[in-house]
């Protein structure tokens, strides 16, 4: 096998292995990000129910700031 193959192949199996490592890390960051986003959800709910439960006080969530 020449020199030339030999190179291009050792490039190819180098790529594969860090296609495969990022894969890993995309695959990790999916599940990490969903349940961010089930917690965040959690948070607003959770903020919306207690908003809702305080008799008389002003929900703030949906107001725009006074410098608008």
């Given amino acids: ?8 192949e050792e490039q190819v199996a180098y ?4 296609v495969e490592e990022l894969s890993d890390v995309i695959a990790k960051q999916d599940m990490e990000l969903r349940a961010l986003t089930q917690r965040v959800d959690l948070l607003i709910r959770r903020e919306a129910d207690r908003q809702s439960e305080a008799p ?3 929900i703030f969530g ?7």
């Fill in 1 to 8: 096998m020449s020199d030339r193959t030999q190179e291009m």
């Fill in 15 to 18: 790529l594969h292995k860090t």
């Fill in 56 to 58: 008389g006080a002003a």
């Fill in 62 to 68: 949906d107001e725009r700031p006074p410098h608008y």
